[in-house]
């Protein structure tokens, strides 16, 4: 079977996919146009890159590993959960 070999270096595996994880929080920050090609790209480079862990480390930190990536793509910020808060009805004012 032909393929590429990866090192088997598990501290690097774990390093990529923690710089993948931190470049997966930083979207948001993005203006709306480049979001879903910033995506699109974390996705491409997060299979292999969790293949891999999920190779070195076992399927317990993979499952981990996509539950925290699927998380980090798909939750909005704090900030904005806020903002899509609707107002109160008495105008947010309380007695």
């Given at each position: 079977?032909?393929g590429?070999?990866?090192?088997?270096?598990?501290?690097?595996?774990?390093?990529?996919?923690?710089?993948?994880?931190?470049?997966a929080?930083l979207?948001?920050?993005?203006?709306?146009?480049?979001?879903?090609a910033a995506?699109?790209?974390?996705?491409v480079?997060?299979?292999p890159s969790?293949g891999?862990?999920?190779?070195?480390?076992g399927?317990?930190i993979?499952v981990?590993?996509?539950?925290?990536?699927?998380l980090?793509?798909?939750?909005?910020?704090?900030?904005?959960r806020?903002?899509?808060?609707?107002?109160?009805i008495?105008?947010?004012?309380?007695?």
């Amino acid at each position: 079977m032909t393929g590429i070999a990866l090192p088997p270096f598990p501290v690097i595996a774990l390093a990529l996919t923690g710089i993948w994880l931190l470049a997966a929080c930083l979207v948001p920050l993005l203006p709306n146009r480049l979001r879903p090609a910033a995506i699109v790209i974390l996705i491409v480079l997060g299979v292999p890159s969790l293949g891999w862990l999920t190779l070195l480390w076992g399927p317990g930190i993979g499952v981990a590993s996509l539950a925290l990536g699927l998380l980090a793509l798909i939750v909005r910020p704090l900030g904005r959960r806020r903002a899509a808060i609707p107002p109160a009805i008495d105008g947010g004012q309380h007695p």
